[in-house]
């Protein structure tokens, strides 16, 4: 079963940043940007329709006159927090069965619930243009309950992780959406992430909105 934007996708931004992440013991010393991310937007494959919010807080790995770079491998962020408050799945098979039967599922969230999560991603705020980029990735270290339903066994329990892609852009093109600020300690954006040629068939647009403040 695919996650939002797909378990793969989340794997490959973590190998994709890894390359240039500066040690998170130096990111320490030049602060972090803490806020909160909330997010909503549908997924193929099984159908998702999900709303979540996500606090999070990003280490500053670089800092100079011109720009300032949080980038961060999982683990090299605090853990931050995602608070489920829809995550609808839903799927029918295209062929029969046996029996004649197209068999489908449905789960929904037992109940809405606060889950820890490992961010890894990128904000890169470019001082001189006044713009930013941001491609953020969590993953549950908790795996979340769901009460199902399926159309020949009936109801059934099951517990699963959840994989969560935001921000201007899929990992490695957020820098074709910048979102301009007005004060580099305060960066807000209200921005629909919609699906490139990367991503056909997998995901619809997800809205967004965040509040990410400089904080040491």
């Not at 695919?2 to 931004?13: E, T």
């Amino acid at each position: 079963m695919k996650f939002v934007m797909s378990n793969a996708l989340a794997l490959a931004a973590m190998t994709l940043f890894g390359a240039a992440a500066v040690a998170h013991a130096q990111s320490g010393k030049l602060g972090a940007y803490a806020g909160t991310l909330e997010v909503s937007g549908t997924q193929f494959g099984p159908e998702v329709t999900y709303r979540a919010t996500v606090k999070v807080s990003l280490p500053v790995s670089r800092r100079d006159a011109s720009s300032v770079t949080a980038e961060f491998l999982a683990g090299e962020a605090p853990a931050g927090t995602m608070l489920l408050a829809q995550w609808d799945i839903s799927h029918k098979e295209k062929f029969a069965d046996s029996g004649g039967q197209f068999n489908s599922y449905t789960c929904s969230l037992a109940a809405p619930v606060e889950v820890p999560v490992m961010p890894t991603g990128v904000l890169d705020v470019d001082l001189q243009a006044k713009k930013h980029t941001l491609s953020l990735t969590v993953l549950t270290t908790k795996d979340v309950a769901f009460n199902c339903r399926h159309s020949r066994s009936g109801a059934y329990k099951k517990k699963q992780g959840i994989a969560l892609t935001l921000g201007t852009g899929s990992p490695g093109m957020q820098g074709a959406n910048p979102q301009p600020f007005s004060d580099a300690a305060n960066l807000t954006a209200k921005y629909t992430l919609v699906p490139g040629a990367e991503a056909k068939g997998q995901y619809g647009p997800i809205v967004q909105a965040w509040t990410l403040k400089l904080v040491r």
